[in-house]
């Protein structure tokens, strides 16, 4: 059930457009190519906008609903992961993993818990640790929300060819800035 986009107006397409934007190529050098192929590479420039724009507002939506912060949501993700994996939690990982201070991850924790979003409890192998673990009804609303969005991705990659797949992981990385 998939909402019709809207087509982008002329001054969000202009706004992403090298020849009005960078009209003299003082930045961006697209010489080598014609109009039709301009106006594609604006069409991939106006997908990542779409995407980046969708993923903000199903972010900020699943943060609202569970009354959360970026930081205590990438927690969560992170406790459903390890929850599914059958992998112990600890502060000690879980400041690692969020690279925050054990002082912010008390705070962190302290927040969850008092929501009823985690349960701390004894570690099942080292006594003097805490084990971390989300809730039931937390996990079952992450799931829910950022799940679903994961499982629509996940789909949309699986559509495409291995060739394809390979394109959009270089023209990803290209993009990050990463040489992996």
């Given at each position: 059930m998939n909402e019709p986009r809207p087509k982008p107006s002329r001054l969000v397409e202009a706004m992403l457009d090298p020849r009005i934007l960078d009209p003299h190529q003082e930045l961006v050098d697209y010489s080598g190519l014609d109009e039709a192929e301009i106006a594609q590479v604006v069409r991939v420039l106006l997908g990542i906008r779409r995407w980046r724009e969708a993923e903000q507002a199903v972010s900020f939506r699943s943060r609202n609903s569970l009354d959360l912060n970026e930081t205590d949501m990438k927690a969560l993700r992170f406790l459903v992961a390890s929850k599914n994996q059958d992998v112990v939690v600890t502060p000690g990982a879980l400041a690692e993993h969020l690279?925050?201070?054990?002082?912010?991850?008390?705070?962190?924790?302290?927040?969850?818990?008092?929501?009823?979003h985690i349960e701390r409890s004894p570690h099942p192998t080292d006594r003097r640790a805490k084990m971390i673990t989300i809730t039931k009804q937390t996990h079952e609303q992450v799931r829910e929300t950022i799940g679903r969005t994961h499982a629509r991705r996940f789909d949309a990659a699986a559509r495409l060819t291995p060739a394809e797949r390979e394109t959009v992981i270089r023209f990803l990385e290209d993009l990050s800035g990463s040489d992996d």
């Amino acid at each position: 059930m998939n909402e019709p986009r809207p087509k982008p107006s002329r001054l969000v397409e202009a706004m992403l457009d090298p020849r009005i934007l960078d009209p003299h190529q003082e930045l961006v050098d697209y010489s080598g190519l014609d109009e039709a192929e301009i106006a594609q590479v604006v069409r991939v420039l106006l997908g990542i906008r779409r995407w980046r724009e969708a993923e903000q507002a199903v972010s900020f939506r699943s943060r609202n609903s569970l009354d959360l912060n970026e930081t205590d949501m990438k927690a969560l993700r992170f406790l459903v992961a390890s929850k599914n994996q059958d992998v112990v939690v600890t502060p000690g990982a879980l400041a690692e993993h969020l690279n925050i201070s054990t002082a912010s991850t008390t705070k962190l924790l302290d927040r969850l818990a008092a929501a009823g979003h985690i349960e701390r409890s004894p570690h099942p192998t080292d006594r003097r640790a805490k084990m971390i673990t989300i809730t039931k009804q937390t996990h079952e609303q992450v799931r829910e929300t950022i799940g679903r969005t994961h499982a629509r991705r996940f789909d949309a990659a699986a559509r495409l060819t291995p060739a394809e797949r390979e394109t959009v992981i270089r023209f990803l990385e290209d993009l990050s800035g990463s040489d992996d």
